[in-house]
């Protein structure tokens, strides 16, 4: 399985604080994607990084990519309440394989 | 802003009854995907659908599940004869294009399943 693995499950963090989470796969990827989902709602689509890419940058996220270490993090800087949501990484394999999401970190931003 | 819409947001209903759920894709998308996530767990793949048949599906999708593209708008997913760990939530998906292609999936806001 490539599923994506995320870490740490839950972060507490205060208003204006950086947020890092970190999420690990298994197998060779296209592509790497972190997603959003806000309590009992979809997912929205983030950023995307390629495997050619080790780093990707988008307003307050910061996206890098180790494929060496099959590992992936996701920055968000100066954190607003509005940030507090639960986290997926998602990995996009090769032709067939769909994406799999990982389970998950739940980031609270206490204001 | 495009979006894909899901009917119903939530659907109860008794352990052995069919249930479907609708979406609609967003509409110059080809690829058409369903997953679900347990309370508070993670998002499982059931089904990928492209060019009006199924491209992938995961061990979840059983023969009591069936998609379907009835006309060129509405996806729906069906369960057969539901269980009461069916109750989920169930998120439709779709995307520009497949992989190995850099085309992020545009999520529904869902159908929360409940079996009693």
């Known amino acids: 399985s490539q599923q994506g693995e995320e870490d740490p499950q839950a972060l507490s963090i205060q208003e204006g604080e950086n947020a890092t989470m970190n999420c690990s796969y298994k197998?060779?990827?296209?592509?790497l994607q972190w997603y959003r989902q806000n309590s009992g709602r979809g997912l929205v689509h983030l950023i995307l990084i390629r495997s050619n890419e080790r780093e990707k940058h988008s307003g307050r996220l910061r996206v890098t990519l180790d494929t060496s270490k099959k590992s992936s993090s996701l920055l968000i800087t100066a954190s607003r309440a509005a940030d507090t949501a639960s986290y997926f990484c998602?990995?996009?394999?090769?032709?067939?394989?769909?994406?799999?999401f990982g389970p998950g970190t739940r980031l609270s931003v206490l204001p | 802003e495009p979006e894909v819409t899901q009917t119903p947001s939530h659907q109860v209903t008794q352990m052995g009854q069919e249930v479907i759920l609708r979406c609609v894709p967003i509409s110059n998308h080809l690829y058409f995907y369903w997953y679900r996530q347990i309370l508070g767990q993670k998002v499982e793949f059931l089904v990928s659908?492209?060019?009006?048949?199924?491209?992938?599906k995961s061990e979840i999708f059983d023969d009591q599940f069936s998609v379907e593209r009835p006309d060129g708008s509405n996806f729906t997913l069906k369960i057969r004869s539901t269980k009461l760990e069916d109750s989920a939530m169930y998120f439709c998906a779709s995307s520009y294009a497949g992989q190995p292609t850099n085309s992020p999936l545009h999520f529904g806001n869902g159908t929360r399943l409940t079996v009693t």
């Open positions: 197998t060779s990827i296209n592509n």
């Open positions: 998602a990995t996009g394999g090769n032709y067939g394989q769909n994406f799999v």
């Open positions: 659908f492209y060019n009006n048949e199924i491209s992938e």
